[in-house]
Every structure is written in structure tokens, then in C-alpha cells.
């Protein structure tokens, strides 16, 4: 499982990023993480247009696992859920992106 | 502006989230200017009808806003006024406690004194300043201009690195402390985010693009406008930045509307300030990235703010600021680009003091400095 996830927007415009590859992390992490992804039903959760909310930060995630592969676009309040516990771990493992 | 009355009639429509959907709808507005004919110039008894309107209609929205307060609200200051000439700045602070139900729990209404909580006690001076330059400049009353009540919570999640405004009211985190001090610390943060109200209630700018950018710069534009009146600056005295305490580190801040691209260089997990100053450096960037860039390429129409107060000196709130008020209130719409905002502000210069005035011909001048036009 690969995992794109991106941190954008908020008040000071700036970028926090993280990719996994599921296969590079030791196997109890590895698992905990598939199990959070399963757990949120991000597979069924709609790709449709965040709502726009000033400085609110935006998250973009991607998951690629085998032949699915899915984005999301979500503006941060907004985010349901059962997706919160993901989204607070990629957060978590996000680190500060200097923009080119 | 005074305030609508609430009688049959119809109201001035503009775009989502402004006049049309904050109108209940068995309370259709007589327009100020009518009710205010009449105060100024009808009979008697017609004086103390509209009058009576005025009463009732401050009397519903204010018994609607004690519904949603805390028991402990103090009833006494919630009174309605009765002038339609008057306002009265109601502020409400909630404490969050770390987590993220929103608003809180109150910790300073309108009348109560300082907490001893910075971050409560910033925000409750920072709206004020804010709500003192929108009514004593430019006659606005609040962010609606209703006199809707300012509502903002503090102390949001843990350790959040962010403020924002969620369409009804403020919200700011305290920050990482290792990259951000908490976003109360700056009084720019605080106008910026009630500016985001003003504009709702107003243009209404969709917050992508370029109409996402101009949606920020204007925020960005009266939180500069809101620190330099309280410093009591001129234009060439201000120092233009955004979040200069908020970045932690003294030569850091966030955005810079005299140097975009200049507010942070070299910082070492942010890298350099992405923000241009003028077209040549546009980026085109995604939906998914910051809504298209509304945070970079704000930089554009913040500079020629810059270049249009500096042209005109003086205190930048009267002249250029009340500029770039009346093209938000009256000429841009939601879908605004950047050279729709620099024909209006050009028009505006125009309209509010003469065609060939010195006023028109810095806005004139301030767009191709960003080449825009």
C-alpha cells in the first residue's frame, strides 16, 4: 500500500507532506496502518469538491493498494469521522515541505 | 449603515452567504436608506414607526444570538439599541479546552474585563480593533453589517498550527511552539480572519484561484490597515508584514505586502517565502494545493494595495483602504480575477474622488506595478 498525503492551505499557506510505502515499515506498523486505512472507509467516501472555508487546511490523500487507487480532497473541519484517526496519524508523520 | 427593518419588502441580493441567506424568510427588509428617510425627514408618528422597526428587528437577532449563548451571559448588555444611527460591538471568546468542538466554552463577553489568558484576551482586543476601523472608517457594523455578534474560540485542538474562519465565526490553535506561537499573538491574524466575514457578507469571492487570492488578499489588506490605525502609522511607517509574531523567530514573518517573496528566506523547515510580487512569478497550482494557491498568489494584489497607499501617503485606512472597501462592497462578485479587481478599484478611485484625481491615478499606477494591467 502506498500513501500520499499532503497538508495544505491554513492561515500561513504552508506545506506538510508524507509518503509510505506500506512494504518499508516494520510489520506491526504496517498493519496498524492498514487497518486504519480499512477501518475509515475511505474506499467509499466520496471524491467530490471540499467545501471552501477560509484558512482551513486541505488534505489531499491518495492511496494506491494493488489495483485500487483512490484521492481524496478534504478541507480539515470537515473531515468525517471515522476518517480521523488516519488523517491524525499521516498528520502526525507529516513533516514541513519547503516549496520550489 | 443602520440596520433593516422587519417588515414585508425585498432585499438587495448578492451572492451566497451574504444578504440572500441571512434573511429569515418571513422578515423581508425594508432598506436602510428608506427607513432612515424616514427617521431623518417623516412625521412624527412615522419616525416612531421605523423607529419601533429598528427596535424590534436589533430585539429579534439579539434574543435569536442569546438562544445559542451560555447561561451566564449577561442579559443587561445584550440590550437593543434604539438609534438607528448607533452600534454596539458585541464580542463573544470561547475556550475550546484543546479539543475541537466548536465554540467552547465562553471565556469574556463584551463586558468583562481581562481574563489573564493571552490568547482569550488577544482576540478579544484584536476583534475590537478590527470592528473599531470597519465602523469609525468606513461606517460598517460588524461583519455583516447588522451588528452580528463576534464569535471566536480559542485554544483549538492541540498544538494547531492554524486559524481560521469557518463561515460563522473565528477559530485559532496555539500552535506547535517549536515553528508557530499560538495565532492569537498577532493582531493582523485577527483582522484577517474577520475580514473573511466581511467578505462573505460582501463579494463573496470563491475562495480558489484568483478569486481565492483576492479573497485572501483582502483579508490580508485590512489586517495590515487594522495594525498600522492602532500603531497610529502612516503608509511609509508600517512595516506591511503579516504574522511577524506568529513565525517563530525575529526575522521571520509570513507574508510581506511592501516584499513578497521576502517575509521569511532561508527558514529552515519552511524554506523561503513562495509568495510573487507581480504576474511574472503567478503560479498555476491544483485544487488540492492551498485551493489553486489562494495563499501565493495573494501576494499580487497585496502589493498593489502596497503601491497604491504609498503612492497616496498618509494614513493608508482613509484613502486606499476606503478604496479597496467599496470595490468589496459594491463592484467585485464572487467570481472576481484579478483584473476585474484592478478595473474596480480603478472605477472606485474614480467614482469617490474624481476622474483625473490624484487617488485615480495611483490605483492606476499600483496595477501594472504588479502587471496586472
Known sequence: ?100 | MSSGGVVAGTARVRGAGSWADHRHPVQCIVPPYMLEAIIASGSEAQRRAALEVLRRSDLLRQQRALAQAQPRLDLESMAPSVDAHSSRRVRRTYDARHGDSLPGVLARGESDGPTGDPAVDEAHDGAGATWDLYWQEYKRNSLDDRGKIIDQTVHYGERFDNAFWNGEQMVYGDGDGEIFARFTIDVDIIAHELTHGVTQYEANLRYWYQSGALNESFSDVFASLVKQRLLGQEAAQADWLIGAGVLLGDQYALRSLKAPGTAYVHHPALGTDPQPATMDGYRELPAWDDNGGVHINSGIPNHAFYLAAMELGGQAWRKAGLIWYRALCNELDANANFLRAAQATVRVARAEFGAGSVEERAVTKAWPGVKVL
Open chain 1, 1 to 100: 500500500m502506498k500513501i500520499t498525503f499532503k497538508q495544505t492551505g491554513g492561515f500561513a499557506g504552508v506545506v506538510k507532506s508524507v509518503q509510505i510505502d506500506s512494504e518499508s515499515i516494520p510489520t506491526p506498523e504496517r498493519q496498524a496502518l492498514e487497518s486504519l486505512v480499512e477501518g475509515s472507509g475511505f474506499w467509499d467516501l466520496s471524491a467530490g469538491e471540499p467545501r471552501q472555508m477560509p484558512d482551513a487546511e486541505g488534505y489531499f490523500l491518495c492511496v494506491e493498494s494493488g489495483e485500487r487507487s483512490h484521492a481524496l480532497h478534504l478541507c480539515g473541519p470537515d473531515v468525517p469521522d471515522q476518517l480521523r484517526p488516519l488523517i491524525r496519524y499521516l498528520a502526525q508523520q507529516s513533516r514541513f515541505e519547503k516549496r520550489a
